[in-house]
Structures are given as structure tokens and as C-alpha cells.
């Protein structure tokens, strides 16, 4: 491809001098770091070095001469430069750079930091002229009067050959200053007190016109592609027009690949939703329904959300729009989907909020929003492509301009800095760019696309999914992400005879298997981390064609209404350290799901030890789960340990969002899970500390013990490091109108269902030496947010009962927590509860009703000895007892000894 092309001819190099004055066109400006010190200024360690502007061509300019290690700071060296006043389709700068820090200390071996600069002339104006008078400037980003900004170099290797770099395309940037003047500045900064130098030389400005742009996709079709004889005929008789029309007949007309099946009888919720758009109406992000003006914006925000234009960008209503007239034929359905893709394309790039761009563009100083290119190529262009191909209203120059678009998100998406293979992002990426390479063979680089994308699939597979099944985000929402990107992109192997492994699809086995591990007995699956309640049967729909023969995954799927049930009722996720105890399938049947495992690689709230329950159909411990991401107290409560049901020491949070060795793991979580037909039980630790600090170093371990089916024992020990007092408070959020407090024993117990006296209900009895002291909070906002559930719509919330029980202690201490369900009707399966006496351990005694009781023992690893009852070395043991004092059935944790009676 041409460029034309305006040198300026720089070459940096700093000495401890200022600016060459033999040439005024070039200007320096200094500015300090921003972790500068008074003491550093007095000792004359500021940004002195001395730019020089070489003579001979190539102009080369060096920034160096501080043989010493004297200086330290940022150097600006720039020159006017009027922006042309029509933007070009693409706008790049480029140069060739060395960098050299003579501090070879691990891991302080860092050459100085490079960037490029496009600057206001007032903002320039306010960079210091000399060394000693320089201020404070935080690491180069965009802000007001910082037009543009790019990262050359970061604080890394040294660079001691010329090394060429160029800059993104800087059009976006560049809109609201056509004609104007700016200063394009190299910008460097050095941090360490040793040598340090740089030199610069061949900076350009290089542009690419619509035509040029025109052309060069048109040269990189593949002319020899099977049906593309018209095409090549006209590339080489030089007739442009007759080739952009040859191609966009050929796409138009050709039936392999073939396309996305399209709906043809849209269901009239469809049809609204088109009809919605024709209005440009939009419903995005669980947002109000949002009417917008045209021209379209399309960085409008009307919510002050940014995941609303996020929303917007990724053209879902497309979808709609085809549908809609794949079913009508309607002229206006067409009219729409041009007038939208076409004001989308020529708006392109355009920014989000403080931090994102949108759009197949890199810019510089804003993330780009690399997983929307991926949902637009997988999920939305191509089912709108194909729906309105034929239709009169796509006239070719649109096509022409959205088959352009294809490619340009394959470059973009091919980008190896625009590929996350260890998250959620990563499997839209590649997906996205599976789908593009299989869709566009004709491109020359589709072979290269295609391998590009099986490998990427592949490492997703590899970097986000443990051996139990668990996507590593440890969130149900993305799991299923990750999973149907996955499966979109089988599909599409499928239907266009492009291979992908064999394994492929047995290795996604599991993540379905992980649904119903995890499936709550109402079929929704537990909102953990940043997920909602979702649908187990919806992410899972593609259990019967995938793996008929899992007749155990269609019955967790259905709620038991088809299949198998499966060979296990209870599960553990070792790797996910999620412990799943159930006494059935079906909506009725009671569920616990226990969190121990890491903090997950993203999307993580602060929730380790945390419980949900649900029983008689009804979810009775919740959790904050997700709420709209933006920078509310209502954001920060859903993320903190406060949403969750587990324990707080000294009113303070648990923190592993700074312990990144907390996030994955590497060996599945030692749970000691125990399952059979009369017990299941688990157990994990925190220890991380709590605050912000991590300073509040007190140890939470927490047991939990099915007695199946009755109900569930949940023993806290806390261990701190010193003998200070400390308060703990165990959370309990129930999802309930109201909640009552015995006052002589601190239960706390809500109903289910409004009714009379014996309706179903559910129960928390606390158990220590101490009493606690309990509280109920709901709908509180000061001093802190507390006592709320997410509806799943922006912006609103509903007040819930949590209960608050608290204690303070010195030492370690234990206090426990028996979880009763109540069945309509029936009675509770513990009459009453107290803490007794036992030598070397924690012991509770529930009493059941008609006179039999259960003996709970939370051991320390060595022996214990509850009087009258057992004597146990395990961590955890249970003794059934009858009415007539017979042991009816027993527990040990981890195979540890329990001998009963004695004493």
C-alpha cells in the first residue's frame, strides 16, 4: 500500500544541557515524575539532560551525556504541526528509536519509557521551559489537551539497534482538529538514578486516502478463488468500478459457504423489537426502553452507564431487522439495517466512557473493546448480511463497505495484543475471527486467519477451563460465555466443512457437566461472582444433539421431568472448590452450594466460605450477586464480603483482589469432601486477612455438614495470630419479606410462603460457648450499604432481611449454625440446640423430634472426648442417637477415628 508520506527528521540524544538553539524548530519541555521527591529536586536529580540535533540525514537527536545518573524525569521534544484538513482514513507516525539504562539489577534492567504525543499548544504552553522549573506529570495518557497518546517503549529492555515503530491509526483522535495546530511530541522518561539515553531519528507522518484503502482490499482478494472470474478480469483491465461490482455480486450470489440459517416466520416479539429499532428505540444493558436521535451517536450514554453504548455497538437489533424482513420483505427493515451500518463504519472509532474505544481501532490511551469485534463477527454482522444480501436497498457500495469491515476486524482482531486467551474475552475473539476466516475464504489471508483462530480456540480451551470443568472466572454467566463461543464456533465448522480438532467437543463435555453440578432444584443456576440467576436448561440446550447418551445431564437439565437421574446427588468441584450437597433433582428437593476454592482469574467478589441454600423451591440464602458495572455503593456492595453469606472480623472484608497467587490454582482444593447416602461434608480456610490492608490476620475456617435430609451444620472456627480482642460477625442475606428474632435463643426464622402457623419456613440457630448478639438489617444505605438484592435491572434494588450474628473473642473461637428447612406442615428437624461439654474440641447437641438426638463434635486433629458420647481425633464427627440412647448412624471427617459411647 502507498502512503504519502511528510518527514520531520528527528533524532534525539540527552546530555545534560538544554535544547540546541541553532534549531528553533524543534522545542523541548520538561516535566517531573510523579513519585518525585523534595530531597531528589535538592540533590539536582530533574530532567537536565541535553537534547542534540544531529546534521547529518538521517537527523538523529540524543538524548544522553549523564554518565553519572544525575537526572531523572520526562523530556518532551516536539515541533508544530498543522493537522490536514481533511482526515485521511488513516493517520500514522513513525520512527526508529534506541533506549539504554546502565542498571542491569534485577528486575530494575529497564530502559527508559518512549511515547508519542500529539498536544494542544495551550497545553504545551504549560510544560516547563527549563529543567528546574518542572512540575509534576503523571505517566503519559490522554487528559484535556493531550490530544493523542501512544506508548513506543515501556520501562524494559534496552534497544541498542535502531528499532522501527509505528504509531496506531491516530484519525479518531484527530476529528475535532482538522487544520488546527498541535505540537507532535516524542516524549521519554527515565526513573533510574544511572546512566540513561536515548536517540530518535525518521519520524513521519504517513496518511491512506478512502481510495487507497478502496484498492488495497480489492488487491488482497485472492482472484484465482473459485467464481471470481468477472472480478479478476477487471483488477487487470484496471476497471475498479467493474471489480467492486463483480465482488459484490459474487458474495451476493454464492452459496459456498453457506450463510446463517435466517428466520423466516419471526415471532411477533421479533417484529416489535425490529419495529422498536425503526423507532430507534433501544433496550440495552437491562435499561429502560431509550429513544434516540438521528444521527445516531453512536458513544451516546443516556444512562451514565457505560455498558449501555458497549451494548449498543454490538448491533444486536441487526438480527432483528433481518428477521423481521426475511419475514415481511419490508423495504423499511432494509432501509434501516443500511442507514445503521452505514453511520456506524464512517463514525468509527469512537470512545466509551473515561476508559474504552469501540470499534475495529486501536487508539491510543483507551482500551479496546476487542470482545464486541467478536461478538459483531459471530454473533450479529453476518445473520444481517446474509438476511439483507438481496435486498434492493443494500445497494453495492454499502456491501462493498461492510465486506471492507469483515477484513478490517480480522486485522484487528489478529493483533496478538488484542487476543485474551485467559479470559472470557478471549473465546469472542477468537470465535470472532473463526467465523470471519471461514466466511471469507476468497481473502488471500484466510488460511492464515483460520490457523490463527483453531490455535486461539484451543488455548482457551487450555488456559481457561480446569480439569473439573470450571472456567476459571469461577462465574456461571461467563462459563456459559466461554462454552457457547466455543460450540458457535463447532457449529460453523459444521456447517462449512472447516475442521477443527476431534477433541474439541469432548473436551466441552465437562463444562456442561459443570452446569449440573451446580444446577439449584427451582433450574436456575446460582448467581456467584458476577453472574445472575441464570438458567440451567438454557446452558445446557445443547446437551441432547451434543451427547445424547448423557441421558444424567438431560435429567439435571429438565429438573428430573426426563432422563437418568445422575449417579451422584451431591458434587464437588475440586478445582472450583465448590461443594454441592442436594437431597434430590427435582423443584422441592433441599440445596446447599459451599464456596472454598480461589478468588477466580476475573469478575471475583470478595465471598470465599460463602453459602446459597434453597429449599422448598424457594432460595432462602442469597447473595448479592451481579449489579450494573459501573462505580456505585451499589457496585462496591455486590463486590464486597458484606453481599455474602461468610464471616467479617473487626467489621473488615476479606481481600484477595491484591493477592493475584489467590486467583487460580494449580492442584484442585483440599475440601476433605465426604459424600453418601446419610452425610455429605466439606470444609475450607481464609486466611488472607481482612481490611485493606490485609492487616486483621485472623484465620476463618468453616465447616459444613449435611445431615441429609434434615438439615445443615455450619461450624466457624476463628484463629487470630495474637491475643487481641477481636468481633466477628457471620452474614446470613435471606431472601424473605421479614425476619423474626427469638430473643432467648437467638434463631432467626423466616417464612417461605405467607400462611398460617406450620407453613413452611427456615431457621438459623446459632450455637457457641457465647451467645451472640443478632441483628437484623434491611434496606440500610448508611453507614454502609447492607440488606439488598439486585433485580437484575440497572439501577434498582430490593431491601432483604440479613442477619447479623456477633461475638467477640481472644483466642481462637468457635461458634456454629444449624440450618433448618420446615416442609408445610411439618415440623422443624431440631427441636432445640445447645453447646456442651467435651474435652479437646467444640461440641453441640441437637435434639429431634420424638426424643432422639444428634452430638456434632469439631475437632483439632488430636483426640477429643465428648462425655457419655465418643471420643474422635477426626476434624469433624457426628453421633445419631435414638430416643432410647441407641447410635443409629455415624460421621468422621477425613477417615478419622470415632469411637462412640464412653467417656
Known amino acids: 500500500m502507498s502512503r504519502r508520506s511528510v518527514t520531520l527528521c528527528l533524532l534525539l540524544v540527552a546530555t545534560a544541557l538544554a535544547a540546541d538553539a541553532d534549531d528553533p524548530a524543534w522545542e523541548v519541555r520538561f516535566a517531573e515524575l510523579p513519585d518525585q521527591t523534595d530531597e531528589w529536586t535538592a540533590a539536582g536529580r530533574i530532567p537536565g539532560w541535553q537534547v542534540t540535533v544531529g546534521e547529518d540525514a538521517p537527523t538523529e537527536v540524543r538524548i544522553g551525556g549523564d554518565e553519572a545518573g544525575a537526572f531523572r524525569g520526562t523530556l518532551l521534544i516536539g515541533r508544530r504541526w498543522t493537522v490536514p484538513d481533511i482526515i ?43 529543567p528546574e522549573a518542572a512540575g509534576p506529570w503523571a505517566r503519559p495518557r490522554q487528559e484535556e489537551g493531550i490530544v493523542a497518546i501512544a506508548r513506543a517503549h515501556a520501562n524494559r529492555e534496552d534497544v541498542l539497534n535502531w528499532r522501527p515503530w509505528e504509531s496506531p491509526n491516530l484519525r479518531s483522535s484527530l476529528r475535532d482538529y482538522a487544520g488546527e495546530e498541535l505540537v507532535l511530541a516524542i516524549v521519554w522518561s527515565a526513573y533510574h538514578f544511572v546512566e540513561e539515553w536515548a536517540a530518535f531519528r525518521s519520524v513521519e507522518v504517513s496518511s491512506v486516502s478512502e481510495e487507497q484503502l478502496e484498492r488495497a482490499f480489492l488487491e488482497r482478494v485472492d482472484a484465482d478463488y473459485s467464481g471470481l472470474q468477472a472480478f479478476k478480469a477487471a483488477m487487470v483491465a484496471e476497471d475498479l ?10 458474495f451476493r450470489t ?57 451494548a449498543l455497538n454490538r448491533h444486536s437489533e441487526w438480527k432483528w431487522l433481518g428477521e423481521a424482513y426475511a419475514t415481511t420483505g419490508d423495504a423499511k427493515y432494509a432501509r434501516e439495517f443500511v442507514a445503521l451500518l452505514n453511520s456506524w463504519i464512517d463514525a468509527m472509532p469512537v470512545s466509551i466512557g473515561a476508559r474504552y474505544v469501540e470499534g475495529p481501532y486501536a487508539v491510543p490511551g483507551r482500551t479496546p473493546l476487542t470482545l464486541d469485534a ?42 496478538e495484543e488484542h487476543f485474551h486467551v485467559e479470559n472470557n474475552w478471549g473465546s469472542m475473539e477468537a470465535n470472532g475471527l473463526f467465523h470471519i476466516a471461514a466466511m471469507l475464504p476468497e481473502m488471500r489471508e484466510s488460511n492464515l486467519w483460520l490457523d490463527t483462530a483453531r490455535e486461539r480456540l484451543v488455548g482457551c480451551l487450555d488456559a481457561q477451563v480446569y480439569p473439573d470443568g470450571a472456567q476459571k472466572e469461577l462465574t456461571p454467566g461467563y462459563h456459559r460465555v466461554t462454552l457457547g463461543n466455543l460450540l458457535s464456533s463447532l457449529e460453523l465448522a459444521r456447517r462449512t466443512g472447516v475442521e477443527l480438532p476431534d477433541d474439541m467437543l469432548a473436551r466441552l463435555e465437562g463444562m456442561f457437566e459443570y452446569f449440573a453440578a451446580i444446577a439449584m432444584p427451582d433450574g436456575r443456576t446460582p448467581a456467584l461472582n458476577d453472574a445472575g440467576w441464570g438458567r440451567a436448561a438454557s ?25 437418568v437421574a445422575p449417579e451422584r446427588t451431591s458434587w464437588h468441584l475440586p478445582w472450583a472448590g465448590w461443594s454441592i450437597m442436594r437431597t434430590g433433582w427435582t423443584p422441592q428437593d433441599r440445596y446447599l452450594l459451599f464456596e472454598s476454592g480461589p478468588f477466580g482469574r476475573a469478575h471475583q467478589h470478595e465471598d470465599k466460605l460463602g453459602i446459597i441454600c434453597q429449599v422448598a423451591g424457594k432460595t432462602v440464602l442469597t447473595e448479592g450477586g451481579t449489579y450494573s458495572y459501573d462505580r456505585s455503593d451499589w457496585r462496591r456492595y455486590v463486590l464486597s464480603t458484606r453481599a455474602h453469606n461468610t464471616v467479617m472480623v473487626d467489621g473488615r472484608e476479606q481481600n484477595r483482589r491484591p493477592l493475584r497467587e489467590t486467583w487460580v490454582t494449580d492442584a484442585p482444593t483440599d475440601a476433605h ?52 480482642e477481636y468481633t466477628c460477625e457471620a452474614l446470613f442475606h435471606l431472601d424473605a419479606e421479614a425476619a423474626e428474632v427469638d430473643p432467648e435463643t437467638g434463631a432467626v426464622t423466616v417464612a417461605l410462603r405467607a400462611g398460617a402457623p406450620g407453613d ?33 435491572r440497572h439501577n434498582e434494588l430490593r431491601a432483604i432481611p440479613t442477619a447479623i450474628f456477633r461475638w467477640r473473642a481472644t483466642g481462637p473461637t468457635t461458634m456454629a449454625f444449624l440450618l433448618l428447612p420446615r416442609d408445610a406442615g411439618g415440623d422443624w428437624p431440631v427441636t432445640a440446640a445447645r453447646a456442651i461439654e467435651a474435652q479437646g474440641a467444640f461440641a453441640l447437641e441437637a435434639e429431634r ?55
Open 673 to 724: 469432601w465426604f459424600s453418601d447416602d446419610a452425610f455429605d461434608y466439606a470444609r475450607g480456610i481464609y486466611d488472607a486477612g481482612y481490611g485493606p490492608e490485609n492487616a486483621v490476620r485472623v484465620a476463618h475456617e468453616r465447616q459444613v455438614l449435611f445431615v441429609k435430609p434434615e438439615y445443615w451444620i455450619i461450624c466457624d472456627r476463628m484463629t487470630p495470630e495474637d491475643d487481641a
Open 539 to 563: 446452558s445446557m440446550t445443547e446437551v441432547p444433539e451434543l451427547f445424547p447418551e448423557r441421558r444424567d445431564l438431560l435429567y439435571a437439565m429438565t429438573q428430573g421431568r426426563t432422563g
Open 849 to 903: 423430634p420424638g426424643g432422639g438426638r444428634d452430638v456434632f463434635v469439631r475437632g483439632t486433629g488430636e483426640s477429643a472426648t465428648v462425655p457419655g458420647v465418643c471420643e474422635t481425633d477426626a476434624e469433624a464427627a457426628l453421633v445419631r442417637l435414638s430416643a432410647d440412647g441407641d447410635v443409629t448412624s455415624t460421621f468422621s471427617s477425613g477417615g478419622g477415628k470415632l469411637e462412640v459411647g464412653g467417656g
Open 374 to 415: 467478536g461478538i459483531r463477527m459471530a454473533q450479529t454482522w453476518w445473520q444481517a448480511y446474509y438476511a439483507f444480501r438481496e435486498a434492493p436497498e443494500f445497494d453495492p457500495a454499502s456491501q462493498l463497505l461492510m465486506l471492507q469491515s469483515f477484513v478490517q476486524h480480522a486485522d484487528y482482531l489478529m493483533r
Open 88 to 130: 485521511p482514513a488513516e493517520l500514522h507516525v513513525s520512527l526508529e528509536y534506541e533506549t539504554y539504562c546502565a542498571s542491569d539489577d534485577a528486575p530494575y534492567e529497564r530502559s527508559g519509557e518512549l511515547s508519542l504525543a500529539l498536544i494542544t499548544p495551550e497545553r504545551w504552553e504549560q510544560f516547563a521551559a527549563e
Open 241 to 250: 468500478e467493474a471489480a467492486k461490482l463483480a465482488l459484490v455480486e459474487h
Open 254 to 310: 454464492r452459496t459456498d459457504p453457506p450463510g446463517p440459517p435466517i428466520a423466516t416466520s419471526a415471532s411477533a416479539r421479533t417484529i416489535d423489537r425490529a419495529d422498536e429499532t425503526l423507532a430507534r428505540t433501544y433496550r440495552l444493558a437491562s435499561c429502560p426502553p431509550t429513544t434516540l436521535e438521528w444521527p445516531i451517536r453512536w458513544n451516546e450514554d443516556p444512562h451514565n452507564y457505560d455498558q449501555w453504548p458497549i
Open 760 to 792: 413452611a419456613g427456615f431457621r438459623i440457630v446459632p450455637v457457641g460457648s457465647v451467645a451472640p448478639q443478632v441483628e437484623i438489617v434491611q434496606g440500610q444505605t448508611e453507614p454502609e450499604v447492607q440488606g439488598w438484592l439486585p433485580t437484575g
